[in-house]
């Protein structure tokens, strides 16, 4: 079964099997690591497991209440998920990403006809205490505000 279905319907782990397809950006350097653990004997189902269990996905819940807000692409080169935030003549000005293992949040506008990122970055612990003391309602419209701010900047460099 793949990856999904395996999520989904999985209750008793004992005899679970689960297919996994090497596509995409991620699967070579994702290949290249299996081959080291396999030089180094530790290529084991439980290594891998293990591997899969240890990363913090979404440690906040923070993606989980901005991917409702619009369309999002994930990046297997960085495990981040990138949302155009507005784009001119279909090229994109300005943008937020969102590192899935952290929760950490970056901008990126255009500036001289490159995207960069605005210099100012939004870690995942401090969104989440902010939420825990403000409430999650004034975090969105934090990162609301800031990503009006990187729009308004895009935009007027074209």
Known sequence: MTLS???????????????????????????DNLRRLRRLELLTDDVVWSLIGQAPIDPHGLFALLQPLGA?????????VIRVLAQKDKKPVALMRVDLLSDDVTFVVLRNGQLVADGTSHFGDHLAQLAKERGVPYVLQF???KAQEVIDEGLANV
């Open 5 to 31: 279905q395996f999520a989904a319907q999985v209750e008793e782990l004992d005899d679970a099997t689960v297919a996994i397809r090497a596509q995409g950006p991620g699967a070579v350097k994702a290949v």
């Open 72 to 80: 999002w692409a994930f990046s297997a080169t960085d495990f981040c």
């Open 143 to 145: 990162l609301e505000q």
